[in-house]
């Protein structure tokens, strides 16, 4: 696309470009800019017809956002900000800088910027912050008729049309209708009597993860959200749900990796502050591991008698930190989808205790045999499977309980989980392997 796109402008077929910008997708044009040299930037999106361009600019990385910004003039920007809707607008103004969002707020009516101010005071995660105030909203009396001349009205203005809520006179929800059953309805058929009185709404300050899941669950394409006095303020859309669960699950990804969650993309964070990200909790891990070592330092007598022993500590400590990740990465999963709740924890560790002396069976056999046919050992076949049954066991513990812990002490669950685990889990294996190796074999600790 980058190439055809140069090429109509290096030949300064400018009317083609215009005709052939109009058959990309909107959802396409992010990552075209993304390739494009700043210099064509600006050109590129005054060929692209006004409709599409704002359904594109919402969807721009916010470097581009900003270069758009400072090669309009206030016409143009006036123009964008027209056709953007209140949310997105939001969001744009928390990415810019301070002299980008001064020209924004003068470029904006003057009654969007107090909804704009009030919309940027809720909490940075509630569903407030998420949500858009541009909804269509009728009243009880009404036939389908006119709730369908109000839609063809004022449509165009709102960001869905597909739910439609029915208020009250003090804006409180009386009820809900879609698009469908307006659509297929008589006439003179009056609102009230079609429309579903049975309406789960959000708070403005509930939690905005909790109100993505919510999407999943009950398959909406619209929440609305109410105020304290249970007047409906906003809604909040599945596209505005689904950067959120995306947003979460990258964060998550990042604790689970023991690296600080970063706001920017990869790219655009400095090596710099990706380093800074990560150094606390390597340290803190590199710091842990000197238990590890003063445990071996322990049983130096013990490994200096059977030397071939310290050949299975990476296997051991590995086994037992993959089997640990492993839990505790369903146990998070389950956690986040409410599957698992703190309620379930015996359940939970029960299931994890017969998975994990299953598994550890089949690793000891499989090992034991192996050592038999490798070394003719029948101790050390013995002392290696125990070992590894009592490590895999204790890691599917500890992969079931520290997440739960977390959230029982209402910490992130993610951040017990690979790095964290593995740690836990090298200190308590070593211990349980030299410990098994000691008594089987009749060798002595050197304290």
Known sequence: MREKVLQFIEEKKFNDLR????????????????????????VIYRLLPKEKAAEAFA?????????????????????????????????????????????????????????????????????GSIMTTEFIDLKENMTVEQALHKIKRIGLEKETIYNCYVLSASRKVRGIIDLKSLVIA????????????NVITVSTLEDQENVAKMFDKY????????????????????????????????????????????????????????????????????????VT???ITKYETAFSA??????????IMGTTGNCGSQTSTLIIRGMSNDEIALK????????????????????????????????????LAIVVALSLVGTVILAGFLGCT????????????????????????????????FKIATIIMGLEVNF
């Not at 995306?246 to 790219?267: G, L, R, W």
């Open 19 to 42: 005709i052939y910008l109009q058959s990309v997708n909107s959802a396409d044009l992010p990552s075209l800019f993304d390739e494009l040299e700043e210099e064509f930037i600006l």
């Open 59 to 127: 969807e721009f990385d916010s470097d581009i956002q900003e270069k758009l910004i400072n090669g309009f003039t206030d016409k143009e920007l006036q123009s964008v900000m027209d056709e953007l809707f209140m949310d997105d607008t939001v969001d744009l103004i928390e990415e810019m800088p301070a002299n980008v969002v001064k020209r924004i707020l003068k470029n904006i009516d003057p009654a969007d910027r107090k909804i704009i101010n009030d919309l940027l005071n809720y909490p940075e995660d509630s569903a």
């Open 186 to 197: 008589e006439n003179d058929v009056i609102i009230k009597d079609i429309m579903e009185t």
């Open 219 to 290: 398959n909406f394409l619209a929440i609305p959200v109410v105020d304290t006095e249970n007047r409906l303020v906003g809604i909040i859309t599945i596209d505005d749900a689904l950067d959120v669960l995306q947003d979460e699950v990258a964060e998550d990804f990042e604790k689970m990796a023991a690296i600080t969650p970063s706001e920017d993309t990869y790219f655009k964070t400095s090596v710099f502050k990706h380093a800074r990200n990560r150094i606390v909790w390597l340290i803190i891990l590199m710091l842990s591991s000197i």
């Open 293 to 295: 070592g003063a445990i």
């Open 306 to 315: 059977v030397p071939l022993l310290v050949a299975f500590i990476p296997m």
């Open 344 to 379: 379930d924890y015996v359940k939970a560790v029960w299931r994890e205790f017969r998975v994990a002396l299953l598994v550890s069976l089949m690793l000891g056999l499989a090992n034991g045999i192996r050592i038999m046919v490798q070394y003719q050992n029948l101790q």
């Open 402 to 433: 520290l997440p739960m812990l977390a959230r029982k002490i209402n910490i992130d669950p993610a951040l017990m989980a690979t790095p964290v685990i593995t740690t836990v889990s090298d200190m308590c294996s070593v211990l349980i392997f």
